[in-house]
């Protein structure tokens, strides 16, 4: 009766160990909204009038443009991850001018069908472009635990128009989380919190001084 019942608990042991690595994937996309990022809490200081910032949608150089990345099962199989509309360019744009606002400057995206056109409230301070190197979210489930990798590289240039000059900058930042119980949602609050902590980082380093982009 003893034998019976330890091999009770080991197999209700291995069988919830198993339900920890998820079934097999069956292909399914699961979209990561970056809308979730917290506003930006930091001041930004502020030199002579308030700088006007067109973003462009960024070009992705990334070798693998379909998707983000995805989650091997223990079982077999796969789950995907993308980002709504398919693009993290545009995605990544609004996000950067989302933030520009909310540290206090004007900033708007340029829309793909109006490229080229005049701007109704005059030309812009500084344009902003950028190219995505790299932007993955993968996860890898193994026997017990889900290891989750985000990995984010996006080289940006401000262009000037008052003196034509340009400034460098990345958005870059890396994370690594394991969790026993996995959901969708892990991946998603790992992004953002990459996501976050570069824009951190990058705001940190930018002023504007007499609608001018520069480095502090």
């Not at 079934?23 to 809308?35: F, Q």
């Not at 930004?44 to 091997?72: C, H, N, S, W, Y």
């Not at 099962?73 to 545009?90: E, I, L, M, S």
């Not at 005049?118 to 950028?130: F, Q, R």
Request: aromatic share 6%; charged share 25%.
């Amino acid at each position: 009766m003893k034998t019976s019942a330890a091999c009770m608990q080991v197999s209700l042991a291995i069988l919830a160990l198993l339900a920890l690595t998820g079934c097999a994937g069956k292909g399914e996309t699961v979209l990561l909204s970056l809308r979730e990022i917290p506003p930006a809490a930091a001041s930004v200081e502020f030199m002579g009038e308030r700088g006007k910032f067109l973003v462009i949608p960024f070009e992705d150089l990334r070798p693998q443009k379909a998707g983000v990345g995805m989650r091997t099962h223990f079982w077999g199989g796969a789950t995907y991850f993308d980002v709504p509309g398919g693009k993290p360019g545009d995605l990544l744009a609004h996000v950067i001018a989302e933030h520009l606002k909310q540290k206090g400057w004007r900033a708007k995206v340029q829309q793909a069908d109006k490229a080229g056109e005049a701007e109704p409230d005059g030309p812009p301070d500084i344009t902003l472009t950028g190219q995505i190197q790299e932007f993955s979210a993968n996860a890898k489930s193994r026997f017990g635990s889900t290891e989750i990798t985000i990995k984010l590289q996006v080289a940006l240039q401000g262009v000037n128009a008052s003196d034509r000059s340009t400034t460098r900058m990345t958005l870059e930042g890396a994370r690594t989380d394991t969790v026993v119980w996995f959901e969708p949602e892990d991946v998603q609050a790992l992004v953002n919190a990459t996501v976050k902590e570069g824009l951190d980082k990058l705001f940190g380093e930018m002023k504007v001084e007499v609608k001018t982009l520069r480095l502090k």
